[in-house]
């Protein structure tokens, strides 16, 4: 059973500038585990067992189906019998997504018990085309077998996954089970120094690897220099954007670094709870979570007074309810705080006024891993395993059309065309026509830029950016423009709405651009100078990195081709 949040909105945080937009929210303790509870149970969200928990919550119905409507986890009708949910984002779509599921459809047509469904990526974009049979992960070639062992009572989730080179993670400084954790027990020990952990951090040059590439020792000094005895941690294990699996592959294969880095972190900061907040679609990974919890529990190095330290450290898992804005941190914290995973306006940003109001460090779990290493070897040596001028170590997704998709850890400064060599290259020996390097929201780079070293910098001089690093592989050919299309149909489909132009921009570039593809594909000049006005206001006037990042590869793509053209063909 997911742990809950050790918390209660019954706290009166003080007002402050930024937050504004929370006063009317219920207090009370969150009512997102307990919907989790009862869909667990049912399979559904009864009518009467919600009418019972707002009589027992004393909450009105309307706050409980404000919560439903938002969460995409959650469902409001009982479930045909097995559940078929196939991917249709861009990875799958380049392995012929779409005709695989119009088969399905047809395929189980006339079966009751069988319900087959379109999702957003679940993050399964090495098996392209994916789907999920009940929650169990597969190809959807592997459909009819998979949904044969649901209906024979298998409810298993399937195992993990080992993409770890022979010699084994280059940023995993243990050989041995018996030496994990040691450079926590050093800093509990007192033989190295909150103090010295953040210079190094901040002397490695580490920064955010989710996306927003915030220095990461910067991130902790903030949240350490901040007053108050009572602080979080969380670690964003929500990865959700179509290319992005490296996150869950550092989950299953290296839970120890993660964690280390996540109570080194609270260690540091003096945060004493800390929060794993993984997506639901993670269920093998969260079982590996759950099992290294337990060792650390039996190693004494979660408790009252760890190792004798003085120091409390307790850590919970929270499963989203699902929706890719939760990756924005401020939406994260809204949703564990029992709200609908709406944005925050920032500032305050979270070190300052996170979680309940107090100062929260949230890194993501990339970020967390790179710690132990660190603190333990040095911000010198991290820095010399990057080449080209830049600085560690950076693990990515690699999909599309490669030939051996999966998850690699390279030299910060290798380039697009060597991280591909390394994947095998294009399939079927195929020339590569373009890329996205750090995933759905970053913009789509030509085969003219092979040769850029893949760093926050470089990447943006080339017109794109790291992102999420995940590098997603379109072979010569593909259309373009029907591509970037569908990363603006997810972006379209996963915004929250709470802001106008993310809501109302998105499903309208969305309309024109599959107007266009159904008419011959080509773009009017009309409609292209729309186009560019709708991604200069979204990126001007949304609130969040959703928003504002949403038509960039749409916009991208429209740079890259003459008047009139789609793109590549």
């Not at 989950?251 to 900061?269: D, P, Y």
């Not at 993670?282 to 099992?291: A, I, K, M, N, Q």
């Not at 004494?300 to 450290?313: D, F, H, I, M, W």
Request: aromatic residues 6%; contains cysteine; negative net charge.
């Amino acid at each position: 059973m997911t742990a809950r949040p050790h918390a209660t909105s019954n706290q009166a945080p003080a007002k402050v500038p930024g937050v504004e937009a929370r006063a009317g929210k219920f207090g009370g303790p969150s009512l997102i585990p307990m919907l989790m509870d009862i869909q667990h149970r049912h399979g559904w969200l009864p009518r009467e067992e919600l009418e019972e928990l707002a009589r027992q919550q004393r909450r009105p119905l309307y706050e409980i189906e404000g919560l439903i409507s938002f969460y995409p986890h959650f469902r409001t009708e009982p479930p045909a019998g097995v559940t078929v949910a196939a991917c249709h984002d861009l990875s799958c779509w380049l392995a012929g997504a779409e005709q695989r599921i119009e088969q399905l459809r047809g395929r189980f047509a006339g079966e009751p018990d069988v319900a087959v469904s379109e999702i957003s990526c679940p993050g399964r974009c090495d098996i392209a085309p994916a789907a999920t049979v009940d929650d169990l992960p597969g190809r959807i070639p592997e459909v009819e077998r998979l949904v044969e062992q649901r209906r024979a009572g298998d409810t298993e989730l399937g195992p993990t996954v080992s993409y770890a080179p022979e010699q084994g993670w280059p940023n995993d400084p243990y050989r041995t089970r018996e030496e994990r954790y040691d450079t926590l027990r050093a800093l509990l020990a007192g033989r190295i120094t909150p103090e010295r952990v953040i210079e190094e951090l901040k002397g490695s040059g580490l920064r955010g690897m989710g996306g927003a590439g915030f220095p990461t020792g910067k991130k902790w000094e903030i949240v350490r220099d901040q007053d108050g005895p009572i602080k979080y941690a969380i670690c964003n294990a929500d990865e959700s954007e179509p290319g992005t699996f490296k996150d869950r592959q550092l989950l299953a294969e290296q839970a120890h670094l993660v964690l280390e880095g996540m109570l080194m972190g609270m260690v540091c900061t003096g945060a004493e709870e800390g929060i794993v907040f993984i997506r639901h679609e993670y269920g093998p990974e969260e079982r590996v979570l759950h099992d290294e919890i337990a060792h650390l529990h039996e190693m004494g190095l979660l408790g009252q007074n760890v190792l004798g330290s003085g120091v409390r450290l307790s850590l919970d898992i929270v499963t989203s309810p699902g929706g890719y804005i939760l990756g924005e941190e401020t939406a994260l914290i809204e949703c564990l705080e029992g709200h609908r995973g709406e944005p925050r306006n920032k500032p305050p940003f979270p070190g300052v006024y996170g979680l309940w109001g107090k100062p929260t460090l949230m890194n993501s779990v990339e970020t967390f891993a790179d710690v132990p290493v660190i603190a333990s070897r040095g911000a010198d040596w991290w820095k010399e395993q990057g080449i080209r001028g830049s600085d560690g170590l950076k693990f990515f997704a690699v999909s599309g059309h490669v030939t051996r998709p999966g998850v690699y850890c390279v030299p910060m400064g290798t380039t697009i065309r060597e991280l591909l060599e390394r994947a095998g290259g294009v399939t079927g020996g195929a020339d590569p026509g373009a890329v996205q390097p750090g995933g759905a929201s970053s913009n789509f780079l030509g085969p003219e830029h092979l040769d850029v070293p893949m760093d926050f910098g470089t990447l943006a001089e080339a017109g794109s950016m790291l992102g999420s690093g995940a590098l997603v592989v379109l072979a010569e050919g593909t259309d373009t423009l029907a591509a970037a299309t569908n990363v603006l149909r997810f972006f379209r489909d996963e915004s929250c709405g709470k802001c106008v132009p993310c809501r109302a921009g998105s499903a309208k570039a969305h309309d024109l651009l599959i107007d266009t593809l159904h008419n011959g594909g080509e773009l009017s000049e009309r409609r292209r100078q729309r186009l560019r006005e709708l991604e200069l206001v979204m990126r001007k006037s949304s609130i969040c990195g959703l928003g504002q990042v949403a038509m960039g590869p749409v916009v991208s793509v429209l740079d890259s081709s003459g008047p009139g053209a789609a793109g590549q063909r």
